[in-house]
């Protein structure tokens, strides 16, 4: 009997990314896929691939999630995620959330122990705190190269406005399980300089991440740009009608492109495990693993 197909993308933000620090980070993505990968392979669902993949990137400084996110203008850390299960259309995320370390997972509590798709602010914080959660303080989360990076912003007089126009990272991951069901999950810090309380497009289901029984898609770039196109039910709608994952990443990409200001990527499995990666910025930190090719990461 044909094995079923399995497949697992991530992705560690689109930007403007110099050459080095795409080398620089290149194997933190190749050791995340070599940690997730074999879960899959193993037998693990899409739900806790997609969940473990984007811990592993909240954890590693380097990215703008978790440790190692965004400051605000005024200095203070909120973060933004969301899970999905194709499965079952189901979903959640948090917004504009403080002191947690591991966003993704706050957002699966949301789905699996409210009613609700989105939870935000203190209130977020406070249901962290009753899920069991150890909230941090700011300090835990900042990284000396992102603090120097907003006070260099702001010793230029930077404003959030400038800020829209070029991303400060993300993380996400989408994966085909063994059983045949996807899952796409994506974290973030947001962008430098933007105001509190804001949200973006990692926190909204349809704009930064969305699943279905078809494809899982994870997006990254500027969050208010890709909200106003919802760039990641763009691109499963295009596989839904016939387009295959790379076209449809490339499909949605061009729509936010054409659209809105700034920059964005994507990545997508679907329901048969072909892969798409697109982006039109500078670079996208991503890498992927399917079992004909194993861990890919590109040079
Ligand atoms: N999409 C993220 C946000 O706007 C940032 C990024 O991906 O660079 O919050």
Partial sequence: MAQRPIALAVQGGAGPISLESYKRNRPAIGEILGKTAPMLVDGASAMQV????????????SF??????????????????????????????????????????????VLERTPHVLMVGEWAAQF????????????????PERRRLWERKLAA???????????GG?????????????????????????????VGDSAILGAGTYADAHSAVSCTGVGESIMRVLMAKV??????????????????????????PGTSGAIVVDNRGALGLAYNSENMYRGYFTPAEGVVVPE
Avoid: W
Wanted: net charge negative.
């Fill in 235 to 260: 691109c499963a709608d295009a596989v839904v009608n016939g387009m295959s994952p790379q076209e449809a990443a490339e499909l949605s990409v061009r729509v936010q492109g054409d659209n809105t």
């Fill in 128 to 143: 962290a705190r009753e899920c069991g959660m150890e909230l941090v303080a700011d300090e835990e989360l900042i990284v």
């Fill in 50 to 61: 997609v969940e473990e993949a984007v811990r592993l990137f909240e954890k590693h400084p």
């Fill in 64 to 109: 703008n999630a978790g440790v190692g996110s965004s400051l605000r203008y005024d200095g203070s850390v909120q973060l933004d995620a969301t899970i999905m299960d194709g499965s079952t259309v189901m979903g959640a995320g948090v917004g504009a959330v403080s002191g947690v370390l591991y966003p993704v997972t706050l957002a699966r509590y």
């Fill in 157 to 167: 007089k930077e404003t959030p406005e400038d800020q829209v126009l070029s991303s």
């Fill in 170 to 198: 993300t993380v996400g991951a989408v994966a085909l399980d063994v059983e045949g069901k996807l899952a796409a999950a994506t974290s973030t810090g947001g962008l430098v300089l933007s105001l509190q309380g804001r």
